[in-house]
Every structure is written in C-alpha cells, then in structure tokens.
C-alpha cells in the first residue's frame, strides 16, 4: 500500500474528530503492535502498562477493531466508525497469522489445525471451523521482538501461516498447543485486502478507507 508513512513518535496534533463526525470525515489507521503492548487506549486504575494509545496522538474517539493480546505483535487496525468497525471483525473477513512454534510441526498436525481442533473459550469447549495452515519454506523477514524467545539449542523451532476468520481469546496459541506445537511468537499480516507492507513495530500509517 502506498499510504504515508507516519513516525511511532509524532509531534502531537490538534486536530481530532468530533462526535458528529460524517463518513466522509471518519479517520482510519493501520498499525503494527509492538510486543509487550495493550490494544487499549486508556490506563486502567493502579496498573501501568504499555498502550497503544501512547504510540501517536490518534483522534479521540478512536477504537482498535479487535485486539492483539500483550504478547502478541503485528497488524491492528483503527477507525473513528463503529460501522467500519463492525464491518471488518464479520465473520466473513480472514485474518493471516505467522506463527513460531515450538518443534518441528509434521503434516498430521497440520492437517489437524486444517480441519479444526477443540479448544477451552471461557471455560466451555469451542469447536474452531476449518481454516488454511500451511508452513512457511524459511522464517518470515519480521521485525525484532525486542526479547528473545528461548535458546535454539533447547531444540527446532518453524514457521507457519494460519488464515482464519474467527477471533476467539489466544484462539490460535490454544489451536497449536492442542495438535502439540505451542506458539513461541504470533504476528498477525493481514486483514482481509490489508496487509503489514513491511512496517516496523510501532509504526502507524493512516488508510484512506477500510474495505478490509
């Protein structure tokens, strides 16, 4: 995509949307979350965390469409439009993800992870639908992490693309663990037509439409 690169440390900007905001006038983002962040906004009470409202001055009534867990990295978008918002998390939009897992994954595991496993969702068992999971030919050219994972002496480690259009809590960390290849790191590339296009970890750059 060919949209402007903003820097993840901008001067702040006093210009923001207003309640009466029109689609036209509507502001939309993609950014790549950084590890160790929250797809939040606003700090709760007593705790102090990293946010990814702290990486640029966003307009105030700005929203993440789903979330990327602490530990997890990669593409988040995010709209002043609760009608774009609820567009994009459908489920008829696909969400690709490249995962490190511990071991070297065999086919009968990833067929598995094709066809769906069960796994835990607030306590019940949850059926995943099928989704796409192949494995990468060599490990994706991603930003650094910022900490490392583990010592490659302790054993392999590969690479996998997984393309589903459910969004469960740590849906695929519990999807790996069930076929016995947990999830050592978790970039999400795509939504729908949007893709990272090589951004860096906390890099945010504006869309000028969000038909993911």
């Not at 949307?17 to 929250?38: M, N, W």
């Not at 459908?90 to 598995?112: F, T």
């Not at 997984?162 to 590339?189: C, D, H, S, W, Y």
Request: charged fraction near 25%; glycine fraction near 8%; aromatic fraction near 6%.
């Amino acid at each position: 995509m060919s949209s402007r690169v903003m820097s993840s440390q901008p001067s702040k900007s006093s210009s923001t949307a207003t309640a009466s905001t029109t689609p036209s006038e509507h502001r939309h983002f993609k950014l790549y979350k950084p590890f160790g962040y929250l797809s939040q906004f606003v700090q709760e009470p007593r705790k102090r965390k990293k946010l990814v409202g702290e990486l640029f001055d966003f307009p105030s009534e700005i929203m993440a469409i789903g979330r990327l867990d602490h530990d997890s990295e990669g593409l988040l978008l995010l709209t002043t439009s609760g009608m774009a918002s609820h567009r994009v998390r459908s489920a008829e939009v696909e969400k690709e993800y490249y995962v490190q897992v511990d071991g070297d994954i065999n086919d009968a595991a990833l067929a598995r992870l094709t066809r769906g496993v069960s796994i835990t969702v607030k306590g019940e068992r949850f059926d995943t639908s099928p989704c796409l999971a192949r494995r990468l030919p060599a490990a994706p050219s991603l930003p650094d992490r910022g900490r490392k994972l583990r010592d490659p002496r302790h054993g392999p480690t590969c690479w996998l693309s997984i393309t589903l259009k459910e969004g469960k809590n740590r849906q695929i960390r519990k999807m790996t663990a069930a076929v016995g290849f947990p999830t050592l790191r978790l970039v999400r590339v795509r939504i729908g037509d949007i893709h990272l296009d090589g951004m860096q970890a906390g890099e945010v750059r504006p869309l000028p439409r969000l038909g993911a």
